[in-house]
């Protein structure tokens, strides 16, 4: 059998940016699935209210504080996310490493006020079919945040190491831009079910 080269890709780049990244793909994807389990636990919210006489079921609203708080954090959140994102495209590693050391600061803190969230939700998880889903929706939300926290943390150690200047890791840093976009985004339905819908 004789070899016959069709064409030299040896001029290419290793590694991608954005949509060329196939870890992009795979946090798309993983960000499709998440917002599908989301969505489901919206539904049996709304499906669960659809059958009572009274809803909240045996408790008052939650308190507004907490969960409003976590909001405002999460929406002022997104702007030195954006920038990250942006300077990771520069591949601007000075900037880049201030950015992921303030978007870290900015997921401990939702999660300080999440400690208390919990039991301004007025209920028990275990009392009825409300509790147990604002704290199903609670809990989820809490997860997300917690894993692009650690994600976060991991990136910014990355970027304060010679491996901050592989090419690669620009990648890295804006899929989980990309991905704390979703966190915040996500957040905003479940803030209207678990606070606001309760008030209607």
């Not at 998440?34 to 059958?51: D, N, R």
């Not at 803190?109 to 609670?138: C, H, K, M, Q």
């Not at 990648?171 to 209207?192: K, R, S, T």
Request: charged letters at 10%; hydrophobic letters at 55%.
């Amino acid at each position: 059998m004789k070899e016959r080269i069709v064409a030299d890709l040896s001029g290419l780049p290793l590694h991608g940016l954005g949509r060329a990244s196939v870890t992009w793909w795979g946090t798309a994807a993983f960000m499709l699935i998440e917002g599908t389990g989301f969505a489901l636990v919206i539904g049996i919210y709304f499906y669960l209210m659809s059958l009572a006489a009274v809803w909240p079921i045996n408790a008052p609203p939650p308190n507004l504080l907490p969960g409003t708080l976590v909001t405002l954090i999460l929406l002022i959140s997104a702007l030195p996310n954006w920038l990250v994102s942006r300077w990771a495209e520069q591949q601007d590693l000075r900037k880049v490493r201030i950015g992921m050391v303030v978007m870290s600061l900015l997921g401990i803190a939702p999660l300080i006020v999440r400690a208390f969230e919990f039991g301004a939700l007025n209920v028990s998880w275990d009392s009825n079919a409300y509790g147990s889903v604002i704290w199903t929706l609670l809990g989820l939300h809490t997860t997300h945040i917690i894993t692009d926290l650690v994600d976060t943390l991991v990136l910014a150690a990355l970027m304060f190491t010679r491996h901050g200047r592989n090419p690669r890791r620009f990648g890295d840093v804006q899929d989980n831009a990309m991905y704390w976009n979703f966190v915040v985004a996500a957040w905003l339905p479940i803030y209207g079910c678990i606070y606001w819908i309760a008030r209607l």
